[in-house]
Structure formats: C-alpha cells, structure tokens
T-cell receptor, first 111, second 111 residues
Framework: DTAVSQTPKYLVTQMGNDKSIKCEQN?????MYWYKQDSKKFLKIMFS???????INETVPNRFSPKSPDKAHLNLHINSLELGDSAVYFC??????????FGNGTRLTVT | GEDVEQSLFLSVREGDSSVINCTYT??????LYWYKQEPGAGLQLLTY?????DMKQDQRLTVLLNKKDKHLSLRIADTQTGDSAIYFC???????????FGKGITLSVRP
C-alpha cells in the first residue's frame, strides 16, 4: 500500500515523442507536486496543485502540462521531448503544513 | 529570496558521528527538513524542525537550527553503512509553499 506511487518507474523514449507520467497518492492529501531532479541531483519544483487547482507553476517549458483529474492524482504530460528533459521526475503530496511525501521517481531518458 | 547551500561530499568511518551542514537564506522559512535519498530511490523524510525550535533529537539524529546564522545541521550518531545516501536539507516558507532543496550531500560510510 504505497503512499505515493508513480508510473512508470523507467521511461526511455526518442526525441520528439510525447509521453505521460502518472502519480497517485492514497494519503488523502490535498496538495500534489512535481519535482525534477537533474543529473547533478539538484531538485527543483515544477508544479503544485491544491485540490485540483494549479497553485505553483515555475518556469517550465509549456511542453510540460500537468493535469489533476482529482485530488488524489496528478499526471505530467510532456510534448516533443528533448534530450534535456532526461531526468528523474518525482511526485509528492502534502496536507496543510505536513511534510512532503515523495514517490520513488520516474527516470526519463530521452535518446 | 530562497537559496539553500550544502557541501557536496562527506566520508566517515562506521561508528563515527556524521555532521551534515546546510545554510539557507529565507529567514521567513517556517519549517526546515532533512530528506534522505538512497540510490535509485525516492526521497525519504528523516526529520524536520519548526523554526521556533533550536534543537530536535530523534534517536540517532540530532537537528540543530541557528536562525541567526540561518544554519541547519544534521548529526547522525553511530553512523552505519545503511546511512550511506544523499542527504538534502529543504526549507518551506509556510504551508503549501514550495519546498526549496539544497544541492544534497553524499554521505559515504566506510567500514
């Protein structure tokens, strides 16, 4: 009964393709996030949703489009993938002032 | 603005204490966190401290917060090989605000 689960765990695809990463949390949290971890392990927030509404949208190319069908799910769709999109993408959730709970990450490799 | 600084690498001998340091710049941060990332895994919350505290102890972990110097440290007593991982400090200005991570420090525990 994983708290924050992401699929797929690994994703290898070619430049120019469109792909999606899914995230689900069963903690009842009202806020979900996407973070990107680059090759140097640096973590940077991309998006945050609270009760299905976008509340944080950092400077991210508009090829990245998050979608939250309900407060337990936050998916990330990426159009026209580029080499620089290769990274590990982490989903996380929180409730109020509680700490973030992270998924295990999706390692995206663009070739 | 927010910026979190950490040194990059620390090597200790098994059984010794480890001290991982972090400095931050946002004096309005409400919560400060320590996360652990093992190879190929997600981020695991280790401990956190509220900004009105200056110390928190949790079994082998001791967190010290110096608000005046904006300095956060994590001491791991009796370091074990299973403690080898990347450790991230992070600050959060308030509930549902974005979490800003340091660059992470790789802790290597040698027998």
């Amino acid at each position: 009964d994983t708290a924050v689960s992401q699929t797929p765990k690994y994703l290898v695809t070619q430049m120019g393709n469109d792909k999606s990463i899914k995230c689900e949390q069963n903690l009842g949290h009202d806020t979900m996030y996407w973070y990107k971890q680059d090759s140097k392990k640096f973590l940077k927030i991309m998006f945050s949703y609270n009760n299905k509404e976008l509340i944080i949208n950092e400077t991210v190319p508009n090829r990245f489009s998050p979608k939250s069908p309900d407060k337990a799910h936050l998916n990330l769709h990426i159009n026209s993938l580029e080499l620089g999109d290769s990274a590990v993408y982490f989903c996380a959730s929180s409730e109020g002032s509680s700490p973030l709970h992270f998924g295990n990450g999706t390692r995206l490799t663009v070739t | 603005g927010e910026d979190v600084e950490q040194s990059l690498f620390l090597s200790v001998r098994e059984g010794d204490s480890s001290v991982i340091n972090c400095t931050y710049t946002d004096s309005s941060s409400t919560y400060l966190y320590w996360y652990k990332q093992e190879p190929g895994a997600g981020l695991q919350l280790l401990t956190y401290i509220f900004s009105n505290m200056d110390m928190k102890q949790d079994q082998r972990l001791t967190v010290l917060l110096n608000k005046k110097d904006k300095h956060l440290s994590l001491r791991i007593a009796d370091t074990q090989t299973g403690d080898s991982a990347i450790y991230f400090c992070a600050e959060e200005p308030g509930a549902n605000s974005k979490l800003t991570f340091g660059k992470g420090i790789t802790l290597s525990v040698r027998p």
